[in-house]
Each structure stands twice: as structure tokens, then as C-alpha cells.
């Protein structure tokens, strides 16, 4: 089992940046997977970014690339999520999530543990 709980989500204006946390517990293993991903009110969740937990590869959705960043610093059970210049589309509920499948998936039914979501919300 690896339990998950996210946190750094808050109000922000548009152009600002934010760091959102996940604090990994549990079994750990070298084919975890760990993912971040978004829901906009009335919109399905959307994958953001993932990495391997060894930090090797990542992804990032098109949409977030060059803005977003994941990271896990110095081998800590924490994940993070840097979003910078932030737009009013960006608002939604963001989520944390984990899966052993080896590879990074991004479809959020591959993901099996998931955190309670932090609300990031960017004003105009």
C-alpha cells in the first residue's frame, strides 16, 4: 500500500507560480510511478505531469510544458509539482497519484493510489 497526501494548492494571480507537495508513505518500490493530475469544475481529470520514482524520465502534458514542473529532491518521499505562470486556466483540483506499472501512464484509470487533492485556483 502507499498512501499519498498533497498539499501547497491555495489562491494565486494570474502569472504567479505555486509548489504543490505529495508526501509518499508506505511500500516504495524501484517501478513506482508517480503522477500529478488536474480537474476543472464540469471537466474530466486531466493528466499534468509524471516521473519514475528513481527521477529518470518524466512527462508532462503539451499544455504544461515549459510551466510545470516534477521533481522529488534528493531522494525525499516527497513529490513536487512546480506550476509557474499560471493562468485562470489553470484552476482546478490537483491530485497526486501513484501506480506500479514501470511506465509513466497518462490515464488516470493506470493509477491506483491517489491523494485528496489540493485546490489551486489563479484570479485574472
Known amino acids: 500500500q502507499v498512501q499519498l497526501v498533497d498539499s501547497g494548492g491555495g489562491l494565486v494571480q494570474a502569472g504567479g507560480s505555486l509548489r504543490l507537495s505529495c508526501a509518499v508513505s508506505?511500500?516504495?518500490?524501484?517501478?513506482?510511478?508517480m503522477g500529478w493530475f488536474r480537474q476543472a469544475p464540469g471537466k474530466e481529470r486531466e493528466f499534468v505531469a509524471g516521473?519514475?520514482?528513481?527521477?529518470?524520465?518524466?512527462d508532462y502534458a503539451d499544455s504544461m510544458k515549459g510551466r510545470f514542473a516534477i521533481f522529488r529532491p534528493n531522494n525525499k518521499n516527497t513529490v513536487y509539482l512546480q506550476a509557474n505562470n499560471l493562468t485562470p486556466e489553470d484552476t482546478a483540483i490537483y491530485y497526486c497519484?501513484?501506480?506500479?506499472?514501470?511506465?509513466?501512464?497518462?490515464?488516470?484509470?493506470?493509477?491506483?493510489?491517489w491523494g485528496q487533492g489540493t485546490q489551486v485556483t489563479v484570479s485574472s
Open positions: 508506505g511500500r516504495t518500490f524501484s517501478t513506482l510511478i
Open positions: 497519484a501513484a501506480q506500479g506499472l514501470g511506465y509513466i501512464s497518462t490515464h488516470d484509470l493506470d493509477y491506483n493510489y
Open positions: 516521473m519514475t520514482w528513481n527521477g529518470g524520465s518524466r
